[in-house]
């Protein structure tokens, strides 16, 4: 580890310090640690500092198929699929119990790796201990033999898991996103092979060390194979032994995933971006709506797949809610995501600030009007990826107001009636999250209700709860959704048993 922020850092624990300091994190396949075969690897920065945290081996298509192998022959004979369900039910709860009893330790590896804020970390592990706890316990209430009552016949379903599931996961949420792809794949008995980002490859690793000293699953059950998305990622997509994949990242390469693993007639679960829209009714509290709308912009810097980055406000309010939205948005204190006192941190990587910045000029050359300027920004002792919070008006058609930006920059309308307000929402590609704002709960219902998205919420945005199905729909996603029931059957290979009576 070079000299760094890290070691600067006084929250780093040492067995974090220890962690990071190793000169070589391998990819974790079998129970072992492997490198690759032509033994190539990458850097990993700290998006706040723009120093190097981590050099990780980078997988390639034969290294990655090794990894399959193993996943497909720990499904056959670890005995993990056959294992009694409360048994691996409580395997779930035990890694649940491991990453909790080191909350701080994942908090500070994710907000290192990612450039979040350490507390907005802190969210994160606590989502991924609880998306484990949750699908341990519902895969106990799953009726695995589900008799159907038909004519002249005996017959039912029995439910059995698939068998080795592929997972690719992006930058923005790692941690958390691994245990929405892991917790039902696992849960279900299935084994798994998990492709993090390249950015942020640690703490998908560092729960990996955390199993293997703790013995917490039989080897080759989980399996993390790090490397670049067009090598290790598509030897992923591209691979026929497994038997369901889940992509989750941007349109684009969720179309090259989805049509690899179609060659390969393996189901695909894609979760894409989006451009969700607020619309924002006269009768709001103008003040407490500004609040979480700005809240909203700039958890994460933006970078967050359900944003509400196109603002619809009726009319009669548009001004004041503005100016409420550009007040509170210049006072956001940006700065390094380890510093208890910033709100906002860096972005991911410099081509993440490149292409932010990029959309501010590109919106501007189509017309928008730049209300609120953004713009990079500077923290003193730090080369990391910084920006400031933006605003664009003007007519929905242009560039920054149709394609997906993720940064902290929101898109303002006004509109007249609620007709209008839905029209607007809707009249994107994307389908992801939208919200209605109102004091009236009938007009909320019937607006959200109209929203051609995956989630439509009211009077808050990004609203994610276990149990409430969460996906896409068009631009967004397909194939099912997470964090909900149906989540836990995808995982789950349906087999139809008939006897004719005589
Ligand atoms: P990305 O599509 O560039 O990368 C995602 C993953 O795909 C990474 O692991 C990457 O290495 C891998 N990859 C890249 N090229 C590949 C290829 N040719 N074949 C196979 N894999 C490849 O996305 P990103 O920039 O990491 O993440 C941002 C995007 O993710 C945004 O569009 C955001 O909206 C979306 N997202 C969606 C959700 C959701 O739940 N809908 C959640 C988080 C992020």
Redesign the pocket.
């Given at each position: 580890m070079s000299t760094s922020s890290i070691e600067r850092t006084n929250a780093i624990a040492p067995a974090v310090a220890k962690f990071l300091a190793t000169p070589l994190h391998k990819s974790f396949v079998g129970g072992r640690w492997v490198e690759a075969a032509d033994g190539q690897a990458f850097d990993v920065l700290d998006p706040g500092s723009g120093e190097k945290i981590a050099t990780v081996t980078s997988l390639k298509k034969a290294d990655v198929d090794k990894a399959v192998d193993i996943a497909v022959d720990a499904f056959h004979n670890s005995g993990w699929a056959k294992m009694q369900v409360a048994e691996r039910a409580a395997c779930l709860h035990r890694i649940a119990d491991a990453v909790e009893a080191r909350k701080a330790e994942f908090a500070t590896v994710e907000a290192l790796d990612c450039g979040k804020i350490y507390d907005q970390a802190l969210g994160d592990v606590q989502n991924f201990i609880d998306t484990f706890r949750y699908f341990a316990d519902l895969s106990q209430a799953v009726n695995y033999r589900q008799v159907i009552a038909v004519k002249n016949h005996e017959a039912w379903v029995s439910r059995q898991a698939w068998g080795a599931c592929g997972f690719?996961?992006?930058?923005?949420?790692p941690f958390l996103?691994a245990g929405?792809g892991l917790a039902p794949a696992l849960a279900a008995g299935n084994t798994c092979v998990l492709?993090?980002?390249?950015?942020t490859p640690l703490s998908a690793l560092y729960l990996c060390h955390v199993i293997q000293e703790l013995e917490l699953l039989p080897n080759g059950v989980l399996n993390v194979v790090t490397?670049?998305?067009?090598t290790?990622?598509?030897?992923?997509?591209q691979n026929p032994k497994f038997r369901r994949m889940s992509?989750?990242?941007?349109?684009?390469?969720?179309r090259?995933?989805a049509e690899?693993a179609g060659r390969n007639l393996i189901p695909v679960k894609c979760?894409?971006?989006?451009k969700g829209a607020a619309v924002i009714f006269n009768d709001v509290d103008v003040q407490e709506t500004a609040e979480k709308l700005v809240q909203a912009i700039t958890f994460h810097s933006g970078?967050?797949?359900?944003d509400a980055t196109r603002w619809l406000i009726q009319r009669d309010i548009y001004d004041d809610l503005v100016d409420e939205c550009i007040t509170r948005m210049k006072s956001v204190q940006i700065g390094y995501q380890m510093d208890g006192s910033s709100q906002m941190g860096p972005l991911?990587n410099s081509k993440?600030r490149s292409r932010v910045l990029s959309y501010l000029q590109k919106g501007v050359a189509d017309g928008a009007d730049l209300i609120l300027e953004g713009g990079a920004a500077e923290i003193p002792g730090k080369k990391g990826f910084y920006v400031k919070p933006a605003l664009l008006a003007g007519s929905l058609n242009n560039v920054a107001a149709r394609e997906?930006i993720?940064g902290p920059v929101a898109f303002i309308a006004p509109f007249a009636s609620e007709e209008e307000g839905i029209r607007l929402a809707n009249d994107t590609d994307y389908g992801?999250g939208n919200s209605v704002w109102s004091k009236d709960l009938q007009r909320c219902a019937r607006v959200a209700e109209a929203f051609i998205s995956g989630n439509g919420w009211i009077n808050a945005h990004n609203v994610i709860v276990h149990g409430v199905p969460?996906?896409?729909v068009g631009k967004?996603?397909m194939g099912g959704g997470?964090v909900s029931p149906d989540t836990l059957n995808d995982y789950l290979r349906p087999i139809s048993v008939v006897r004719p009576l005589k």
């Open positions: 690719i996961i992006p930058w923005n949420f996103l929405w492709k993090p980002a390249e950015d490397g670049l998305g067009e290790a990622g598509a030897a992923v997509s992509f989750t990242g941007s349109p684009e390469v969720g090259m995933v690899a979760e894409l971006g989006g970078q967050v797949c359900c991911v993440q997906e993720f992801l969460y996906g896409g967004s996603g997470v």
